[in-house]
């Protein structure tokens, strides 16, 4: 089946730095991908959506100059969380849509972010 | 965009069926139901999904009634690896066609040794 990668799996940063999380495709190609995060015990909340060659679109309420999303090939989306504060420590779940063939979404394993 | 209902949390004992129900009594003609599942701490997997026939594949049977106001996902021989919070979405068409998921709360499926 279709294989979607995230790294960091993990990663701790400090209070205002920049943390850069990736989203592979390793199997086939991503038109699209979808970035969620997740707070504990809750369900996924979809934060933007990105496609290959253009800008994100971004769910209402989620501040595009601190979550920046680059799709720069069919293959890898990146998410940054800019200027972190600990209230954005979640866990960031990507999922992608292959380009051919049929609808579902793979999603990535997460990466759980902790901001001290 | 067509919401569905899902119970909190189910029990089922090991190696019996698992039937997970679904509402979405404001289902569009156009729209699919999904079924996907998340394991603690991991990222959601994929199950099945439907339009208006009943579908099986190797993970699971679903099942949905004839006025596409419910459906059914049953896992027929659980096992503890089933735990789970299995999400039954119906599938939106979000901006610029591309057709985003949205996750409402899911069930809770403990499977019991």
């Known amino acids: 089946g279709a294989v979607v990668s995230q790294h960091p799996s993990r990663v701790i940063c400090k209070s205002g730095t920049s943390v850069k999380i990736e989203c592979r495709s390793l199997d086939f190609q991503a038109t699209t991908m979808f970035w969620y995060r997740q707070f504990p015990k809750k369900s996924l909340m979809l934060m933007a959506t990105s496609n290959e060659g253009s800008k994100a679109t971004y769910e209402q309420g989620v501040e595009k100059d601190k979550f920046l999303i680059n799709h720069a090939s069919l293959t890898l989306s990146t998410l940054t969380v800019t200027s972190a504060h600990p209230e954005d420590s979640s866990f960031y779940i990507c999922s992608a849509r292959a380009q051919f063939g049929g609808s579902e979404q793979y999603f990535g394993p997460g990466t759980r972010l902790t901001v001290t | 965009d067509a919401k569905t209902t899902q119970p909190t949390s189910m029990d089922c004992a090991e190696g019996r069926a698992a039937n997970l129900p679904c509402n979405h009594s404001?289902?569009?003609?156009?729209?699919?139901v999904y079924w996907y599942r998340q394991i603690h701490s991991q990222g959601p997997q994929y199950i099945i999904h439907g339009l208006k026939n009943n579908e099986t594949n190797e993970m699971a049977s679903l099942i949905i009634t004839e006025d596409r106001k419910s459906s059914t996902l049953i896992l027929p021989h659980a096992t503890l690896r089933d735990t789970a919070v299995y999400y039954c979405i119906v599938r939106v068409a979000g901006i610029q066609g591309a057709q985003k998921l949205v996750f409402g709360q899911g069930t809770r499926l403990t499977i019991n040794p």
């Open positions: 404001t289902i569009s003609g156009n729209e699919y």
